[in-house]
């Protein structure tokens, strides 16, 4: 077997480990509730420790991975995401468990800074759309697996199960990728810019945790504007430190790079759309249409089903055409489906919901690996690291405000519509225009790259 897929099946497994870790972890929340006798706001830490500690290390993780080798961050991470699943597993509280989560998403980030790189690395750039293409589809596989493998083992072995699985997987996937991954170039004479990395960080989890706990706490209360300020403020003086450090920890000459830059805020406002859907349609589908949990995840496999089939076609299609045409058509097709999931109501059938959500993995697995391909193929091999960090934490940033954004919007139009059970049904409409709206953007920050890089 070729180098390049012994080596894609070594980043399946840590990308589908981690894929797989975060849909399951969503299905067992109200079980953990229950468990820990604890409530809603709290438990919801359990999945933001792990998505806040993973957005604000891969950049840096990506920068050191370039310095050092992407071999030992990717190995480095499965182990410790195999032990973090371990301990997640024993956890006796829910302190201990949102602690062990951040371990594990440390571990996470690890994998999610070096597996594209990895692939970006191995495979030829007239392959490149394939490759990301194969990673969109395990992406999908695991998502899809996550909420069906999730409810049985919770039913039937208990929630320690769903952290328990990744252990044979993550021992295996570690032995293997010590054994089958080359040792890459190291860049020579690279320092750590640790000043950029820490501020960096500092401005990254004010912003996240302002973002999260906004709803909660009031958008106006003097612990999220001073979150917010903060966040800035750091920003700021990262900047600052950036422009001046001879090798930086983000150079922010890369955006000015019109492909690198259009194709990472295309990202980032999908995920902030797309997000608002995995917020919402639940609420609807189990209040509004009365779905039983598993039905709900039932028709939820349709966006992953269809991405999984799609993802491939589509990567092999932007290697043999013109990509920012195929990435721009993608992110219309999901606009247009959040559109006409936003006009379902109570008397909507299961056909018309799966049909509205297959159109959504319609749409994102036309756009994710052109998009994908043209971020990791618009900076040179040396800095793939940083290239495959940028790309992620616009991603994991995009779930964040999605999430943040949609609740904030639906929370007012309730209110808008008085604040009673029929208020349901337009707010959700009202919210769903609004990500469709947003998504409309992306399609024209993506048409953007379609002029040449000489102009």
């Known amino acids: 077997m070729e180098y390049k897929w012994k080596a894609m099946a070594v980043v399946w497994i840590g990308i589908f480990m981690a894929t797989l870790d975060g849909s399951i972890v969503n299905v067992a929340l109200p079980t953990l509730t229950d468990y820990f006798k604890t409530d809603i706001t709290t438990i919801e830490w359990v999945v933001m420790a792990y998505l806040v500690t993973i957005t604000s290390l891969l950049l840096s993780l990506g920068r050191i991975s370039d310095m050092i080798g992407r071999k030992i961050i990717f190995a480095g991470g499965l182990a ?9 597993a024993f956890s006796t509280t829910e302190g201990q468990l949102i602690l062990f989560r951040i371990f594990q ?62 252990i044979p997987v993550g021992i295996v996937g570690t032995i293997m990728a010590l054994k089958v991954l080359h040792n890459d170039e190291k860049s020579k004479g690279q320092e750590f810019d640790i000043p950029g990395a820490l501020t960096l960080f500092v401005s990254l989890i004010a912003l996240l945790l302002a973002l999260s706990e906004g709803q909660e706490k009031g958008w106006g209360s003097s612990f ?91 990567g092999w299609l932007s290697d043999r055409t013109n990509s920012h045409v195929l990435s721009s058509i ?45 971020i990791m193929g618009s900076l040179p091999k040396e800095q793939l690291g940083i290239s495959a960090g940028i790309m992620g934490t616009m991603r994991n940033m995009g779930m964040v405000i999605g999430v943040a954004v949609s609740g904030a919007v639906f929370s007012n139009r309730y209110v808008f519509y008085g604040n009673i059970k029929s208020s349901f049904l337009p707010a959700f409409h009202d919210t769903f225009v609004v990500s469709a709206i947003i998504c409309g953007i992306a399609v024209v920050v993506s048409l953007v790259r379609t002029r040449p890089k000489s102009e």
Not at 80 to 88: M, Q
Not at 135 to 155: D, K, R
Not at 244 to 271: E, G, T, W, Y
């Open 80 to 88: 410790i995401f195999t032990v973090g699943s371990g301990l997640c």
């Open 330 to 374: 993608g992110i219309g097709i999901a606009a247009l489906s959040i559109l006409s999931l936003g006009y379902l109501n109570d008397n909507s059938s299961f056909t018309e919901v799966a049909f509205r959500l297959s159109l959504l993995g319609l749409g994102m697995g036309l756009f994710q690996p052109p998009n994908n391909s043209i």
């Open 105 to 166: 998403g440390i571990g996470a980030a690890m994998l999610m800074a070096t597996g594209v790189a990895i692939i970006t690395h191995t495979f030829p750039p007239r392959e490149r759309g394939k490759a990301m293409g194969l990673i969109g589809t395990v992406v999908a596989i695991g998502s899809m697996t996550g909420p069906v493998l999730g409810g049985f083992l919770i039913q039937r072995v208990g929630w320690q199960s769903i952290f328990y699985i990744n």
């Open 224 to 314: 999220i504007i001073f979150l917010f300020v903060s966040s800035l403020v750091v920003f700021i003086i990262f900047v600052t430190i950036e422009i001046r450090a001879k090798q930086p920890v983000l150079d922010l000459r890369h955006f000015r790079n019109r492909p690198f830059a259009a194709a990472n805020i295309s990202a980032l406002i999908s995920f902030m759309a797309m997000y608002s859907v995995i917020l919402l349609m639940p609420f609807l589908l189990q209040d509004e249409l009365k779905y039983s949990p598993q039905d709900v995840g039932i028709v939820f496999m349709a966006v992953p089903l269809v991405m999984s089939v799609v993802s491939p076609l589509s």
